[in-house]
């Protein structure tokens, strides 16, 4: 690596970058706290979905970012990626809303993990869009599967390597280049497929090729604890 510029962050195309702070403390302190695994931020615990969102699921399975964030940053996370010895070392919840030109608005909650080797991204959809319909959109790319016995759709994305070049000790421009491949599982929110699903999508911080079976572990043990899960 060029010796003037540091790779930042590895990111799915669709994500963002969650920043931290340093909290000035002893080292004893600091070398316990260390030790400790991220902890999902409570700030999104009281979201709710903004007036006339729309959720096929009715509005009381709506589900927040923070209550994502709780069903994916589990004590065996890591186990489950292949990776025991980590730990959770970022964990967060958030929602976004997109509206569309009729002037409906879904919400989209997300949640992120990060580890040293594994990044793990969990996010619900409420829209129209089934996962058969979005398996044949995919075409080839995509690998039609059954996920606790819902349909599901195993697929690509690639990842963006983001770069700060320093200069003089600080950070300056920022580039980007094409990163690593993640894998997006894509399981239904229902049995019949109506419309709507929970994605998963894991990606390796060192750009390497995620293993699909740790994807899978995660999938098996995260969904069914995701609130509204057994109503589908």
Not at 17 to 33: F, K, N, R
Not at 212 to 231: I, Q, S
Request: aromatic share 4%; glycine share 10%; charged share 25%.
């Amino acid at each position: 690596m060029n010796a003037g510029a540091q790779v930042v962050a590895a990111v799915v195309l669709v994500g963002g970058l969650a920043g931290g702070m340093w909290v000035m403390a002893t080292t004893s302190e600091q070398e316990v706290e260390e030790s400790k695994p991220a902890a999902c931020s409570p700030a999104h615990d009281d979201a709710r979905p903004p007036k006339h969102a729309a959720s096929k699921h009715g509005a009381s399975q709506h589900i927040s970012g923070a209550q994502l964030c709780t069903a994916l940053n589990r004590a065996d996370l890591p186990e489950l990626l292949g990776t025991p010895a980590e730990r959770a070392e970022t964990a967060d919840g958030s929602e976004s809303t997109t509206k569309l030109a009729g002037g409906t608005t879904f919400v989209t909650p997300e949640a992120k993990v990060t580890l040293k080797t594994y990044s793990v991204q969990l996010s619900a959809s409420s829209d129209d869009l089934s996962v058969a319909r979005t398996a044949d959109l995919l075409g080839s790319a995509a690998e039609k599967r059954t996920v606790l016995g819902r349909p599901a759709v195993l697929s690509s994305d690639r990842t963006i390597a983001i770069r700060f070049n320093f200069e003089g000790g600080r950070p300056g421009k920022a580039d980007t280049a094409p990163g690593g491949i993640a894998r997006r599982l894509q399981v239904a929110r229902n049995a019949k497929d109506g419309g709507g699903s929970f994605d998963i999508v894991v990606w390796r911080e060192d750009e390497g090729m995620p293993d699909d079976a740790a994807l899978l572990r995660v999938a098996e043990k995260v969904l069914p604890t995701v609130p509204g899960w057994d109503a589908g």
